[in-house]
């Protein structure tokens, strides 16, 4: 991506001892006193130092619309850092980190201090060798991005050519709440950036088990020729949660579980799991090959039957009693936002073709877990007496997203003994046993990612509003409908069980 | 954890076959087996940092301590454990007395795990020639310390001569963060440095390696600055409006100067044993530039080229030790037959 690599003598692709690090850049975070920015990004940034990813010459600017003076806020960043990094708080590296970062403050209608931004991210040229490179983080609410945007358009701080080095902005979901929102914000977007310096975070895809994926199906002989309709049976794509909405009432209420997760996370882990093979492994090649899973995605027929929502009802969840939905504080009496989602898609290829793919999310769920389970077709024939078999099912391979990163093989086995009797056994592989080598943070991936240039973990535009054809047509339909309801503590209403005994099958217990 | 005294080769595998089943261990994702040749005086150093090595990638570890090679007896005692004081993977900690340690490999094979890769590392004074000892024999990778020799230059000259593809050395690991720290000064560089200079101890092997190295890169002069502290003070470019410079502040920070552009404190930290063993085990293939900054330095040609397969040569140090008398009976002395490295060691 950056031409300087290619001429740099001292990089040689062999040598992969030498981590790639960014060139000398300025990360400018809007909203820097938000929850999001203290409790990951900032820590992930501190992880970057401490691992000495970053460049000799980086800076932090932190615009913010409280007046913090410079001391209260290093100590909130201070504490942010110390609290939220995975590697050892060093007070070493924390004071060099600390001498890059500034607070610009003001709010985002306020010309000056947009004038003040852009004055200093030109004089980082001088006062750090910051050659114009800059990535703006908007950690803000959507309804801030337009004067946010227009902001930086009036002061020329998102172009390129003005500044002399890159420009990039990184935005967080929710990208919209339907297609032509998020069509509106993408407009918005591109034309204040350029579209290619345009990044949109969906954590999940950074983290190491998501891309273990794409190592899994395309460096293995082993599996792709079982990853299609002729031995694949059905896919399970959970994502639950044991928490409830927390202090997010307000935004959750208007957003719900299928646009807050399913528009998404699923669908992009849908995207991984069935994309045909990737020409290349860089950032055009694998968006192609998602996009065109995405645009094959087909909604059921029958919205009713496969497409249930629910609704958390007070219960009892590790061993304490929580509030249902509508008693959490905030929410409406009346609300009829889902907590929980679940719905069957099918992907209209050859590869695919009959193939259901089970989605599910939810909130006050037994336990946290993301997993994506391939559930293979029974064998054609035993040739054993049915009672040897009974407590044989189907063949599974799931790749466990979070938490105990790794993959599941589920088989037949043959129990010991002087009777033939099969039995499913599973086989686990723990990323934490082959290669502790701790795990990077999915933040501290993709801000790093950021500021390479390199977009393959981030989902483009026309993902965005491809994957809001799948949700809209759902959201019309349970627009006019109540949500199930379903017990705290509980793996969701059993209008979702039903679903599945309908087409012959039980959702997994992950 | 289960201790053997007087034991056999067998009766160790037998020992981790236990502790694997009562571990509940039986799918362990093993990668790799790291295998680590010490001597008793240093085997609580060479411990703790296999054990920070194998807790960033587990991997089976074995120990092995050689003793008393002109005890009467051979003799076998081992440790096995999993889980326990050698972190969380599994772990053989076997010391040999005796001529069995002239056949330690006869206890090691059986214990490598299954068609994994395995890396063998000599914690102290490297062996002048891998091939005498056959634990580097079936090692994919081996790692040496030359910085430990009684003459690290001579003992680095002598890995180059010595040099098979899948060798490396902890003086050049030494050098990654240094290396990292210049390359990305020179990510902004827009002309090519007209020559180079590195301050630093006239006996420290990592000098000589980034000399190699900057010297194979840029093809331009590196000249050495002999400075009487240990290790690698500053490395300077001339460029055509002054000096890039990246100098060592404390053992923490280093400080990158450019013309032009102000002092940046930039991390340079010092690693320790175990962090530098991690890094080794994280690459389980040639390191290409490794073997070019080594070739450029010792002016030896062909190093990566070279068969990456040893044969053990068979070579009995007590035979030698009669043969010329003043060295003692120690494995990893010169053998004074071997003409083309006598004097190596000094």
Redesign the interface.
Known sequence: MTPTVNTNPLRDPRDRRLPRLPDPCALVVFGVTGDLARKKLIPAVYDLANRGLLPPGFVLLGFARRDWTDSDFAEIIREAAAEGARTPFREEVWERLAASIKLVPGSFNDDHAFDTLAQTLLDLEHTHGIPGNAAFYLSIPPSAFPVVLKQMQRTGMASNEASGGWRRVVVEKPFGHDQDSARALNELVDEVFTPEDVFRIDHYLGKETVQNLLALRFANTLFEPIWNSHFVDSVQITMAEDVGIGSRAGFYDETGAARDVLQNHLLQLLALTAMEEPVSFNAEAIRYEKLKVLRAVSLPADFAGYAVRGQYEQGWLAGRRVKGYLEEDGVPAESRTETYAAVRIGIETRRWAGVPFYLRTGKRLPRRVTEIAVSFKPAPHLPFNTTDTTELGHNQLVVRVQPDEGVTLKFGSKVPGSAMEVRDVAMDFLFGEAFTESLPEAYERLILDVLLGDATLFPNNAEVIESWRVIDPMEDYWARTVPFRYRAGSWGPAAADEMLARDGRRWRRP | MTTLWDTTGSDVVRALAAERRSAGAL?????LTLVVVVDEKHVGVAESAATTAA????CRLLIVVRRQLDAASSRLDAEVSIGGRLGPGEAVVMRMFGRLSLHAESVVLPLLAPDAPVITWWHGVPPDHIAYDPLGVFADRRVTDTSAADDPVAALRQRAADFAPGDTDLAW?RL??W???????????TE?PRAATIAGGDRDPSVCLLSGWLSD??GLPVSVETKSHHGLAEVRFDLNDGELTVARQDS??AV?K?PG??D????L?ERGLGDLL??EL??LDH???YADALAAWSTVKGLAARSPVREHIWRDPMASSVDSPGTTGTTGTITRKTGTIAGAAG
């Open positions: 799918a362990f994702g093993l990668a807790a960033a990638h587990p690991t990654t963060a290396r990292t720290l210049i390359a990305a000064a020179f990510e902004s560089l090519r890169r840029l923490r920070t990158l450019r552009q102000p940046r404190a930039v991390p930290a991690a890094e994280r690459r390191d290409g530039p």
